[in-house]
């Protein structure tokens, strides 16, 4: 069974500019998170979607907001770039909700992005 | 709110040494908690977990322990090989909608030399 797929693996943008990553859940996961992780602040929660909605978000501001469509595959965007934004951007996937007994997420291998 | 709190690396070790790397917790309730594995370029790979007070996770010759009492999950390993070297996070889930998130230590570089 195929892992956790995040695209693109590595970008660069500039100030003031937006992105958009893509992550690609397990199959048959249904939960999808996010995670920023960075050499200061370490890894960080941003949200979690299952069934479409978001069921949790972490403390970060607006500019970062993500869905997740019916296929369970979800998108996360950055609005107006920041140099701090720079990160590696992680998914996990999971069967069900994070956090229920035991359950596990499964990590895909990450997106970096550079802010110039 | 929940904190992890790890051993502060990097943890530089010869070959066949033993392996220790402290966690400690704060969490409402009842947490699962688990070891992650970070190699140099990747995401994050589970490498063990436990879910209930005295549950053993192991994998690979790593082992942990989750203790109540002392609200710990140190991970340890009996000999470690050069391919160990890694980056190591400790991390709790909580339970319900409340707690769907992970909430990770600030990780443990392991160094392990020939």
């Known amino acids: 069974k195929a892992g956790v797929t995040q695209t693109p693996r590595y970008l660069i943008k500039t100030r003031g500019q937006q992105v958009t990553l893509s992550c690609s859940p397990i199959?048959?996961?249904?939960?999808v998170s996010w995670y920023q992780q960075t050499p200061g602040q370490g890894l960080q929660f941003l949200f979690e979607?299952?069934?479409?909605?978001?069921?949790n978000k972490g403390n970060f501001p607006g500019r970062f907001s993500g869905r997740q469509f019916s296929n369970s595959r979800s998108e996360m965007n950055v609005s107006t770039l920041e140099l701090g934004d720079s990160a590696l951007y992680l998914c996990?996937?999971?069967?069900?909700?994070?956090?229920?007994?035991?359950?596990?997420?499964?990590f895909g291998p990450g997106t970096r992005l550079l802010v110039l | 709110g929940d904190s992890v709190t790890q051993m502060e690396g990097p943890v530089t070790l010869s070959e066949e040494a033993f392996l220790t790397i402290n966690c400690t917790y704060t969490?409402?309730?009842?947490?699962?908690l688990f070891w992650y594995v970070q190699y140099p370029g990747e995401g994050l790979q589970l490498l063990l977990k436990?879910?209930?007070?005295?549950d053993k996770g192991s994998n690979k010759g790593f082992e942990a322990t989750y203790r109540k009492e002392t609200t710990s999950f140190h991970l340890e390993k009996g000999s470690v090989q050069v391919s160990d070297s890694a980056v190591y996070f400790c991390?709790?889930?909580?339970?319900?909608?409340?707690?769907?998130?992970?909430?990770f230590g600030g990780g443990t570089r392991l160094m392990v030399k020939p």
């Open positions: 996990a996937s999971s069967l069900a909700l994070a956090g229920a007994e035991g359950e596990t997420q499964y």
């Open positions: 199959s048959g996961h249904r939960s």
């Open positions: 979607y299952f069934s479409e909605t978001q069921r």
């Open positions: 969490a409402t309730g009842y947490p699962s």
């Open positions: 436990a879910t209930k007070a005295d």
């Open positions: 991390a709790l889930s909580g339970r319900g909608n409340a707690g769907n998130m992970l909430t």
